[in-house]
């Protein structure tokens, strides 16, 4: 049984564990909606530095048109741009959740089972990146 100053302690440290997470993410977002706002409003993108050197598409390669598409709406049109990232980007996102609530609530965000998870999405990412460029769409 936990005492009242180990219980304080424990919410203590939740409570800054929580805060941390909530300025990392807050930030990431600010970012990303800047980015995407700039987008928006000038039509200019990072280009994908595979693509220009080489001509091939990365498994990457889509993901700005994507996000601009999913902003506006147009689910179709984000399938088009990346179908891969389309499908597994929810997957990656609840592992993230995931992750990230194991760590406010235990202070750790050890993998387990999820580097299965991890694994298979990065060898599929590969086998997507080459096959693109092998079947053009």
Do not use: H
Request: aromatic share 16%; with cysteine.
């Amino acid at each position: 049984m936990l005492s009242t100053r180990q219980l304080k302690d424990s919410n203590r440290e939740v409570t800054e564990r929580f805060r941390k997470v909530i300025i990392k993410y807050g930030v990431i977002l600010a970012i990303g909606l800047g980015y995407l706002f700039f987008v928006l409003l000038s039509g200019v993108r990072i280009p994908c530095i595979l693509y220009e050197i080489t001509g091939f598409k990365c498994p990457g390669c889509g993901i700005t048109r994507l996000i601009v598409s999913v902003a506006r709406l147009d689910f179709a049109a984000a399938f088009g741009y990346n179908p891969f990232l389309f499908i597994t980007g929810p997957l990656l996102l609840f592992y993230l959740a995931f992750s990230e609530a194991r760590y406010v609530i235990y202070g750790n965000a050890r993998m387990g089972k999820w580097v299965i998870f991890i694994w298979a999405e990065l060898i599929l990412a590969i086998l997507y990146g080459v096959l693109r460029n092998i079947y053009p769409i």
